[in-house]
C-alpha cells in the first residue's frame, strides 16, 4: 500500500470513514495521555519537571529504537531530505519548549489557568499556522466544536478549583505552550501528509526532543527513578504513554487534519478527571461535570458525520411535525 494519501485537509472536516478512523485514533492517544496524571500521582518524590523529561527521554528513545527495527529506511529518507531535517527541528524544538513553558506556566499561575490557557489556545494556534503555512481554510463545525470542547475544558479544569491567580507573565507561558504545541502538530502534519512514514515522524521528532530535554532531567531530584515503582512508572509514562501515544497520534494524524486533530486532544483532561475521581479520590463538582458533558459535546459535534441525505431527512421530518 501506498504511503502516500489523497485526502484533502483543507477544511478541518471529519466526515469520511477515514477520517474517523485517524479520529478514533487520536482519541485513543489522547486517552492514553489522560492516564499520565494518575499515573505520576504515585511517583513519590518526582517533579512535574523530571516527569516531563523522563517522558520525553524515554519515549524518545523507545520511538527510536522501534522506528529502527520497523521502519529503517523510512527513517533514513527521513534523514536524507533537506526540508525534511528542518521541519523536524522546528518540531523537536516546539517539543521541548512545550514541556517547559506549560510547568513555567502551572509554577507562575496555577495548574487550573495554565492548563486551560494552554489546551484552549493550542487548537487555536494550529488553526491560525494552517492559515499560514498550508492556506488550510477552518470550517464553521471545526470552530463550533472547538469552542464548545475550549468551553467545556475550562469549566472542567476551572470548576471547584481555588486557584484564580491570573499572573501575566504565567498566562505568557501558557500561551507559548499552546503556540508550541501547535508548531509540533502541524510539522508531524505537514511529513506525515506528505508521504513520510509515521513511525519515523515520530521517531525522530522525539529523538531530537530527548537532546535538550536531558539536562532539563537532570536538573532536577531522579532518586525516584532508583525505586521500582518509580522505574515502572517512568517506564509507563515514556513507552506507553509517549511512545504508544504520540504513534497513534501520527497514524491519525495521516487522515486527520491537524486542526482537528488538536481539537480532539482535548479529550485527554476529561480521561484525566475521571481517573482522577475513580482512581484517586477526588471529586467532580457541579460546574466540572457540566465541563465533561460539554467537552464531549463539542467532540461528537466534531467526528459524527452529518451527510446532506441525513441532514434533508431531518429538516423534512422537522416541516412535517409542524
Known amino acids: 500500500m ?30 492514553l495521555w489522560g492516564t499520565a496524571g494518575a499515573a505520576q500521582a504515585y511517583a513519590d518524590g518526582s517533579s512535574p519537571f523530571s516527569i516531563a523529561a523522563i517522558r520525553i527521554v524515554i519515549g524518545g528513545l523507545a520511538l527510536l529504537a522501534f522506528a529502527a527495527a520497523t521502519r529503517r529506511a523510512a527513517l533514513r529518507r527521513l534523514a536524507a531530505g533537506r526540508g525534511g531535517l528542518a521541519i523536524i527541528a522546528a518540531g523537536a524544538v516546539a517539543i521541548a519548549v512545550y514541556q517547559v513553558a506549560f ?10 489557568v495554565g492548563t486551560v490557557v494552554t489546551i484552549g489556545s493550542a ?32 469549566l472542567l479544569v476551572g ?3 481555588g486557584e484564580a491567580g491570573a499572573e501575566p507573565v504565567g498566562v505568557a507561558f501558557a500561551l507559548l505552550a499552546g503556540l508550541s504545541y501547535g508548531v509540533y502538530a502541524t510539522a508531524a502534519s505537514v511529513l506525515i501528509t506528505r508521504g513520510e512514514d509515521g513511525r519515523a515522524v515520530v521517531a525522530a521528532l522525539f529523538g531530537a526532543a530527548a537532546v535538550p530535554m536531558l539536562p532539563v532531567l537532570l536538573s532536577w531530584p531522579t532518586a525516584w527513578l532508583a525505586t521500582g515503582p518509580g522505574a515502572l512508572i517512568a517506564l509507563y509514562l515514556g513507552v506507553v504513554t509517549t511512545g504508544g501515544g504520540y504513534l497513534l497520534f501520527a497514524r491519525g494524524l495521516r487522515t486527520t487534519p491537524a486542526t482537528t486533530a488538536t481539537t480532539l486532544t482535548l479529550a485527554e483532561p476529561g480521561v484525566a478527571a475521571v481517573l482522577g475521581t475513580v482512581l484517586l479520590g477526588e471529586s467532580l463538582g457541579a ?21 446532506p441525505n441525513k441532514l434533508g431527512r431531518t429538516r423534512r421530518k422537522f416541516r412535517t411535525a409542524r
Open 2 to 31: 501506498s504511503q502516500r494519501t489523497s485526502v484533502r485537509h483543507s477544511s478541518g472536516r471529519a466526515s469520511s470513514p477515514r477520517v474517523r478512523g485517524g479520529a478514533s485514533g487520536i482519541l485513543a492517544a489522547a486517552s
Open 123 to 154: 487548537p487555536v494556534f494550529t488553526g491560525l499556522i494552517g492559515l499560514l503555512v498550508r492556506r488550510a481554510g477552518l470550517s464553521a463545525r471545526w470552530a463550533l466544536a472547538t469552542a464548545g470542547a475550549v468551553a467545556g475544558c475550562a
Open 159 to 161: 470548576g471547584g478549583s
Open 287 to 307: 460546574v466540572a461535570a457540566a465541563g465533561l458533558a460539554l467537552l464531549g459535546a463539542g467532540l461528537v459535534v466534531l467526528v459524527v458525520p452529518i451527510t
Open 103 to 112: 510547568f513555567a506556566a502551572a509554577d507562575r499561575t496555577g495548574v487550573a
